[in-house]
């Protein structure tokens, strides 16, 4: 008998063909999110692929000391299928990581995932109303939808730097953190001071001996407010469901206030300003450093971070910010732009992911078009989620649907919701395959782009990774509010389609 994780074989031991309605493509927060809402609404025939052997996504991979969420925990779940016993506002990557184990395991995920199943292939097959799906391991699978739920945090960025192969200690990505590396007493040098940089290096900084932190770009940084959970709301949570509902909700609203701040009016985010510019005068004491540190850009453009232990990191006598760039790697070293270069045993990159080339699956819709090709020029998606051109498949997290503000759990419950309202659109029509029309995509992308015009993050004197580099375009954020989202998904237009 196979086990959950092979399918069948046939006789000459060649893999036979899984039939299914659904195919999935990962399975973390997006993947687990749609799989539980489609097998909610009866729709049951469906299987999860994962390329890595254990479910999680970035949740999974991301293990990095200090990793954690920075939305609060009661964000940073599913309103499905909440967590009561959150240890503490802003949850740490193992707990999320059990969260998510614990809904596949409790809503019977797990026996639909196949894990080592890389997604290589997926072909419309035109004939057959069909996805032919073909994984690393040659196993096929014929789909009548395709969901892809490969995250957009996925594929770790390495600079090109002259010298890079010729280091002689330990060089790694914080994505892939080497666990069997001991910093204890090492000259450590960092690149890059964004979103995981300024969780592990507070983490990091009382092991080693010598830290070296290169910056290219300072980042705004609010405190981060967090605490552990008493008993008592802890207990509330459990045994009164209101109570878990008032948290959750209370908390939305005063991420979902932020928006404005973000894209349509930049004096709403004064405040915010404000809180970030004290944070550095309470906590940065040397003037040299307290300049390194000041963004000379609005608040916003880039990526906010919050961190309360970040400038008190980079204030102890043992760590040195250097500003600008790197120029080139040595055996031992790293140099600066300057030419200065900074002896380091190990060496850590901290330079996020490719946020434009998500989707590394080698795709073709419809007449052979490949989705290489529809996004030649850019990633685009009708709301996010469904691509001209290739019929009966659906994106999660696709372009444009991250949010700056909020919980991308609830952009990514509106769009499992969108998705499912189509699937059943569909069959009460008894319809084989549906399409966004080219001009519906069209219309969307133009008002995508008019609207993004004036956020802060096209406006506010930066480049970042949410812009592709090609045509400078934000391809990665919703420029509005979380509710808007909700609006535009909670109902299916039917006209904006094309069924057959």
Known sequence: MASPA??????????????????IVGTGFSGLGVAALLDKAGIRSFRILEAADDLGGTWRDNTYPGCGCDIPSPLCSYSFDQKPDWSRLFAGQPEILDY???????????????????VREARWIEADARWEVVTSTGERYRTRFLISAVGPLHHPVYPDLPGIETFDGPAFHSATWRHDVDLTGKRVAVISTGASAIQFVPAIVDKVSALTVFQRTPPWIVPKADRPFDTRHRRLARWFPPYLWWVRERLFWVHER?????????????????????????????????????????????????????????????????????????????????????????????????????????????????????????????????????????????????????????????????????????????????????????????????????????????????????????????????????????RVRLTDYRLA
């Open 258 to 490: 932020r928006a404005a701040g973000f894209v349509s009016d930049p004096q709403a985010m004064a405040r915010t300003g404000a809180l970030a510019r004290r944070l550095i005068e309470k906590q940065v004491a040397d003037p040299e450093l307290r300049a390194a540190v000041t963004p000379d850009y609005t608040i916003g453009c880039k990526r906010l971070l919050i961190s309360s232990d970040w400038y008190p990191a980079l204030s102890r006598p043992h760590v040195h910010v250097r500003r600008g760039g790197v120029k080139e790697i040595r055996s031992r070293a790293v140099v600066g732009e300057d030419g200065v270069g900074v002896d380091a045993d190990i060496l850590i990159y901290g330079t996020g992911f490719d946020a434009q080339h998500t989707i590394r699956i080698d795709i073709t819709g419809r007449d052979g078009l490949t989705l290489a090709d529809a996004w030649r020029n850019g990633n685009q998606a009708y709301l996010g989620t469904t691509v001209a051109g290739f019929p009966n498949m659906f994106l999660m997290v696709g372009p444009n649907t991250g949010l700056g503000h909020n919980s991308q759990i609830f952009m990514i419950e509106a769009q499992a919701r969108y998705i499912i309202g189509i699937l059943r659109r569909l069959r009460r029509r008894a319809a084989d395959s549906v399409e966004v029309r080219p001009e519906v995509q069209q219309a969307f992308s133009d008002w995508m782009d008019g609207r993004m015009a004036g956020t802060v993050w096209q406006s506010g004197g930066c480049r970042s990774w949410y812009q592709d580099p090609r045509s400078g375009r934000n391809t990665v954020l919703w420029p509005d509010t979380s509710i808007a989202v909700w609006r535009r998904t909670r």
């Open 100 to 118: 998510l184990r614990v809904v596949a395991r409790r809503r019977g995920l797990i026996d639909r995932m196949r894990f080592g199943q890389e």
């Open 6 to 23: 092979d399918p069948a074989r046939t006789e000459a031991g060649t893999p036979a063909v899984d039939d299914v309605d659904v195919v």
